[in-house]
């Protein structure tokens, strides 16, 4: 079955600690996103990629990184620099622009 | 930067009921989709809606694409118990990959 798939579902880190979140998908699409979701709010761009090799600071990218090495994975990793990094993390895809967007089914990421 | 105001914040409603929520922007959108999250999980989308006018229905679901292109809505009729969950507006107003933007979210109680 095609999808997203977003692992691990549950991630426990210390602070100052550097973490990777897994993002994969299987549907061909071109563009991946990287949302940040905190209670009560609405989802928050964090880095978008467009194609392999080519990404896009969205409107929280300080202290994350991403990179792209192939269409079919995403890989997001929070830094010791983010300083307040436990969120729910959703990773996204789209054929073209993000009018239809598809979203894995997060990671939740706890900083102790 | 652009932003979407979603109303209500939450409904309580009896099962039965029938259910309208609605966002509003300063800004004029070129597509307007609706989500849904069950708690734990990433969005899915129910309705995209991609001209002025528009009115298209997901079974129970019925959005609208508000003629000044600044707004759309959303009903659900005869609400059951597994409509509950928070129900995201976004909108996309061209260009970058990385311009879709999301309201705060309605969030659903459904009282049997």
């Known amino acids: 079955d095609g999808g997203i798939t977003q692992s691990p579902k549950y991630l426990f880190r210390k602070e100052g600690q550097n973490v990777t979140l897994s993002c994969e998908q299987n549907l061909n699409h071109d563009a991946m996103y990287w949302y940040r979701q905190d209670p009560g709010q609405g989802l928050r761009l964090i880095y978008y990629?467009?194609?392999?090799?080519?990404?896009q600071k969205g409107d929280i990218a300080e202290g994350y990184s991403v990179s792209r090495e192939k269409k079919e994975s995403f890989p997001l990793t929070v830094t010791s620099a983010q300083k307040n990094p436990t969120a729910f993390y959703l990773c996204?895809?789209?054929?073209?622009?993000?009018?239809?967007?598809?979203f894995g089914q997060g990671t939740r990421l706890t900083v102790v | 930067g652009q932003q979407l105001n979603q109303s209500p914040q939450s409904m309580f409603i009896q099962e039965g009921e029938d259910v309208s929520m609605n966002c509003t922007s300063s800004?004029?959108?070129?597509?307007w989709l609706w989500y849904k999250q069950d708690p734990g999980e990433g969005p899915v989308l129910l309705i995209a809606?991609?001209?002025?006018?528009e009115l298209t229905s997901n079974g129970r679901l019925t959005a609208q694409f508000g003629i000044t292109r600044k707004d759309s809505f959303l009903n659900i009729s005869a609400s059951i118990p597994s409509d509950v969950g928070i129900y995201f507006c976004a909108g996309y107003y061209g260009g970058s990959q990385g311009n879709l933007i999301f309201g705060k979210g309605t969030k659903l109680s459904v009282k049997p």
């Open positions: 996204a895809s789209s054929m073209g622009p993000p009018r239809e967007a598809f």
């Open positions: 990629s467009q194609i392999v090799n080519d990404f």
């Open positions: 809606l991609y001209k002025a006018g």
């Open positions: 800004s004029i959108f070129n597509t």
